[in-house]
């Protein structure tokens, strides 16, 4: 049978995975003479059942996908560096030169002078470890370092594998959504969380310095004070303990270090924690009371409960995965279930082709362990899914130093990091200092305006894909998506290479191509289904989904070990102790805060947050002048209406935001929603119609959040190397012209 379908007035009907998001809802999509007509949510998609967001209904979509400013052809630097001069040229031309260009380097430097830098999940982002392995390189970094990587390390390190991602959401009574605001994030997500309250009853209990959209809709909001959750969790710890409210069987059977546990929980009575936290200590009672006795609760991953808190991110993390642990809750239907070992096969990522030689050029190797090669050693065995990365601040470091060796090469991929990293001036003295960048992406960017080579991407509807949804309650789940658009065929006028075939035009250059499935995705996508006996196109016409739906308290099994060294939950973990690190969460206030530096407070005395998600833009994406800039034009931070009377600021003024770093200007929204001690400023703005040469860089300098941001490596997680992203020290001013 063959899944596409086709309408009476020549329309024919194709399944595609909508990519706007991590959540990839299936989409029916509506093609006509080569051309997408129309998007809509297909109702037998068991991942979304026809729910889409505002990003797809009312055909938004269209002005991103059919946007006039999409890169077209590939382009080569023409002129100075940033000067905005291009000359357009061939693929071949391209990938020749680039492949040719690589060598010298490797040939001049060593291998590990060529580097690569991923964002978020937004495409095959296992895909380049293949190659950079294969070419000889550790150096790979990417945005994961703050966003869900050191939780992948870390829970595997507590109980031997991730649950953070795998919260049961439509199964549970009770909902702790931890610096997580899915209302914006993750909408499918709040369409669960909605659906579970109204049909079952669920409680929620939302943790975030702002009375968010979630917030207003839970039982419980505790308002914290940005980046001291680790109090909080240890308080909490420390409730459910001496109430015994937390699982004693599980505790006695299955964890390890329990009384050290103990002992270091009791170091934060709750009084303790109302005063760094503010949340009045009532509050974190009831909710230490509600987590410890409303059975089943899931409590899933949220960027901004860890990974954001710079110094205090591993103890954050930590804190809430042992939370799971003692209430009982991990692994149980309604629960936060333990992901089963990668499916991937080892020949995806090729580590082992990288010798221990190169590995130990890592770049954050010595500094920062965890998310290096060295942490990988450590991790891989319980997670073989787990992504070694680089830590971005030193790579910045060495391209614009030279030290500890010289990067003089990188590959970005799916990534904007003039936006995305922290302290943007170091990122751009960076790549300005390279003797090659190479962009792939769909857009022109502050940071392709930097590049040697701007290369056209192709999008989710202009490439074969199998959808691998994150935040999934399954176990593991995965669908076909067709490829809708092709190039040159009355749909397309870009001369795009998806970003499979990038990889291939470039290592089979380099002598890399028995190792690759073929030029085309295709061949990449039937060896990931090959394991079920099927090609892709089987796959996508026959299967369609495969869930393999979950199986719950697997500990109980006979002979089950947690893969750690102890075999059991380690709350007290024997690893971190090995590493040299506190076995134990503690917290300690982040680098950049009042009480770390009270000489910044005093100049600079709001706490601010960055980047708290708002739609329908998705960090700097989606800038572009068209239905979604419409929806939200302009760079906004919200401010409490007392603060703003005080500073003399109104609602809608043009306001300078400055850091010990730099100032940059946004417009104030006055609201009730945050304490008036503390302001929350959007991240990743730029402004596509604004000059493309220096020094504008398309506006990247007048709006951008990580303009003031700091990257200090003193300032850094000193196990996972992740950098500080709320809770940091800022003072605001009206703009003198107001505008
Ligand atoms: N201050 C502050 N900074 C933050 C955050 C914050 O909260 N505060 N959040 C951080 C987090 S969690 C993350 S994950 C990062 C995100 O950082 P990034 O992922 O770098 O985010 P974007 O800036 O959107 O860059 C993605 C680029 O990839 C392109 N792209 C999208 N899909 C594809 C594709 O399939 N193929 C190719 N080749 N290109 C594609 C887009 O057009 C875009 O230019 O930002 C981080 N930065
Ligand atoms: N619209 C949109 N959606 C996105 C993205 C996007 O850029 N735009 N990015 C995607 C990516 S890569 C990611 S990682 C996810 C992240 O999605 P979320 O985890 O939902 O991340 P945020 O919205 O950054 O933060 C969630 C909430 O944490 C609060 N918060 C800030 N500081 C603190 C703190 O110190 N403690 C606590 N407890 N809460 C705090 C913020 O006020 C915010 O309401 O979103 C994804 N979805
Ligand atoms: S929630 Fe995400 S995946 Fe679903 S329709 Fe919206 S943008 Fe697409
Ligand atoms: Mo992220």
């Known amino acids: 049978m063959d899944a596409n379908r086709s309408t009476s007035d020549g329309i024919e ?64 630097r023409a002129g100075e560096r940033g000067s905005g001069k291009w000359q357009e040229i061939t693929w071949d031309q391209a990938f020749d030169e680039m492949a040719d260009r690589l060598a010298q380097l490797r040939d001049q430097y060593g291998a590990e002078t060529v580097c690569y830098m991923e964002g978020t999940y937004r495409t095959w982002s296992w895909l380049h470890y293949k ?95 940005p980046a001291t959750d680790t109090a909080l969790a240890l308080a909490m710890m420390n409730i459910i303990i001496q109430e015994e409210l937390y699982d004693k069987e599980f505790v006695e059977n299955y964890c390890y270090g329990f009384d050290r546990l103990k002992e270091r929980a009791a170091e934060w009575p709750v009084e303790r924690a109302a005063e760094v936290t503010w949340v009045p200590a009532e509050k974190i009672i009831q909710a230490a009371r509600m987590y410890g006795t409303i059975k089943p609760a899931c409590m899933p991953w949220g960027q901004k409960a860890g ?3 710079g110094r205090n991110a591993a103890a954050a993390i930590r804190a809430k995965a042992i939370l799971r642990a003692i209430t009982g809750n991990l692994d149980v239907v309604g629960g936060d279930k333990l992901a089963p070992p990668s499916k991937f096969p080892p020949a995806y990522f090729e580590h082992k082709a990288l010798p221990q030689e190169q590995r130990d050029k890592m770049i954050g190797n010595d500094r920062f362990p965890g998310l290096t090669f060295k942490g990988w050693d450590v991790i891989s065995q319980a997670f073989p899914g787990f992504y070694p990365y680089s830590n971005a601040p030193l790579m910045f470091r060495a391209m614009k130093t030279g030290k500890p060796y010289p990067l003089k090469a990188c590959i970005v991929q799916a990534d904007n990091p003039m936006l995305a990293f922290s302290n943007t001036k170091m990122v751009y003295e960076g790549l300005r200092s390279l003797d090659l960048l190479i962009v792939h992406d769909y857009f022109p960017t502050p940071t392709s305006a930097l590049a040697d080579y ?233 402004f596509p119609e604004k000059p493309e040469a220096e020094p504008s860089l398309y506006g990247v300098w007048e709006s951008s959040v990580n303009v003031i941001t700091d990257d200090d490596p003193d300032t850094l997680d000193p196990l996972m190397g992740s950098w500080q992203q709320t809770g940091l020290l800022c003072k605001i001013y009206k703009a003198e012209d107001g505008n």
Request: charged share 25%; proline share 7%; glycine share 8%.
């Open 454 to 686: 701007a290369l056209p991407a192709a999008t989710w509807l202009e490439k074969p894909d199998i959808a691998y949804p994150t935040m999934d309650h399954e176990a593991a789940s995965f669908m076909g998506s067709a490829r809708v658009l092709n190039r040159f065929d009355g749909g397309s006028d870009i001369d795009f290479r998806d970003d499979y075939e990038f990889w291939y035009g470039l290592g089979s250059r380099l002598g890399q191509t028995d190792k690759w499935w073929g030029p085309k995705a295709e061949g990449m996508l039937d060896f990931q289904v090959s394991a079920m006996g099927v090609t892709y196109e089987q796959f996508y016409n026959n299967i369609r989904y495969a869930v393999a739906p979950s199986k719950h308290q697997k500990y109980k099994n006979e002979g089950w070990r947690f893969l750690t060294p102890t075999g059991k939950v380690e709350l007290y973990s024997t690893v971190l102790e090995q590493m040299g690190y506190d076995p134990l969460p503690q917290y300690e206030p982040p680098a950049i805060s009042a009480e770390a530096r009270p000489d910044l407070a005093k100049e600079y005395p709001l706490i601010m947050i960055t980047g708290a998600r708002f739609m329908p833009q998705y960090h700097s994406e989606h800038r572009q002048p068209g239905a979604f800039r419409d929806l939200h034009p302009e760079p906004i931070f919200d401010i409490h209406p007392a603060t703003a009377m005080e500073l003399n600021i109104h609602n809608g003024d043009w306001c300078w935001i400055e850091t010990h770093i730099g100032r940059i200007k946004q417009r104030a929204r006055t609201t009730t929603i945050l304490d008036p001690r503390v302001v929350s400023v959007q991240h990743d703005w730029w």
């Open 13 to 76: 009907i194709k399944r595609v995975n909508c990519f706007l998001c991590h959540v990839r809802c299936g989409l029916l999509a509506s093609v006509k003479d080569g051309k997408v007509i129309h998007l809509e949510g297909d109702p037998e998609n068991p991942h979304n059942r026809g729910y889409v967001c505002p990003r797809i209904e009312q055909d938004r979509w269209k002005a991103w996908q059919y946007s006039p400013y999409r890169l077209k052809r590939p382009l080569k």
């Open 131 to 225: 190659f950079t392995n294969l070419f000889g390189t550790p150096n790979t970094a990417g945005n994961g370092t703050i966003c869900y990587s050191s939780d992948m390390w870390l829970e595997p390190c507590t109980y031997g594998g991730f649950a953070g991602d795998k919260a049961d959401w439509p199964n549970a009574n009770l909902i702790v959504l931890w610096g997580r605001n899915v209302a914006e994030s993750e909408l499918l997500l709040w369409d669960w969380v909605q659906k579970n309250r109204r049909e079952r009853g669920a409680k929620v209990i939302v943790v975030d310095p702002r009375f968010s959209e979630v917030a207003r809709n839970a039982d419980l909001h505790l308002q914290v004070k």
């Open 307 to 309: 990974d954001a808190f």
